[in-house]
């Protein structure tokens, strides 16, 4: 990656996880990366590093500083972002991280066999909940949130829960948005309880949106440092 010494260093997650069940089964889940990918696009686009942590998806970027680390599961996701978690000022969870996978994955391909099947499960690691516990001051952490009800609610609990200074959220009820469109219908929600509903755009249009508020974010946070050594 060609570093952009002038601009902080960005890492993404973007795309769906699978579990394995055995060698030819997983779970999964119907996130594209669409929305991950515009993210880094747009972040590229204001000449920052990026770093992109994706599952698998059908698409493809390239731009000399971006570094792109394909991974499957929840397990690989988390242990990629570890390394470059430190070095970013701005991490973005773009991510549709499964909650749960099996207990168990069969080494061999399992054979029908009974007319049910009881798979275990278990709890997947909560990557950005183990970030926003090691986050710093002068990091920003953006996170998702696509709620079926309660949205607004439901998005706060996890803002806070999480430590993210910005959380984008989006609804199943909006026509023509998340999983799989090229088209999607935000809202942009701070720690200060300032909500910011953006109508129905494109995912470019809204990678850059995202993109800014967590730039125009990093920048007060600065300014907040320098006021306050200043002080003292």
Do not use: W
Request: one cysteine or more; aromatic letters at 8%; a neutral charge.
């Amino acid at each position: 990656m060609n570093t952009a010494t002038e601009k902080p260093l960005v890492l993404i997650t973007a795309g769906p996880t699978r579990e394995a069940i055995d060698p030819v089964r997983y779970i999964s889940n119907h996130s594209s990366g669409k929305m991950g990918y515009a993210i880094a696009t747009a972040f590229l686009e204001a000449g920052y590093p990026v770093v992109l942590v994706s599952g698998p998806v059908n698409l493809t970027l390239t731009n000399p500083n971006l570094t792109t680390i394909n991974v499957n599961s929840a397990d690989e996701m988390f242990a990629a972002c570890k390394a470059y978690f430190a070095s970013a000022k701005i991490a973005v969870f773009a991510a549709a991280v499964a909650d749960y996978k099996p207990a168990e994955i069969y080494i061999n391909k399992m054979k029908k066999s009974a007319s049910e099947f009881d798979l275990k499960m278990v709890k997947n690691v909560d990557i950005a909940y183990e970030f926003g516990q090691v986050k710093t001051n002068d990091q920003v952490a953006v996170g998702f949130a696509l709620e079926t009800n309660d949205e607004e609610q439901n998005a706060l609990k996890k803002l806070y829960k999480k430590n993210f200074d910005l959380i984008v959220l989006n609804s199943t009820q909006d026509s023509g948005a998340t999983f799989g469109f090229d088209t999607n219908k935000i809202t942009i929600i701070n720690k200060d309880f300032v909500f910011r509903a953006l109508p129905l755009k494109s995912k470019a249009e809204l990678g850059r949106d995202i993109a800014q508020a967590a730039i125009k974010l990093v920048k007060t946070n600065t300014d907040k440092t320098i006021n306050q050594t200043q002080l003292t």
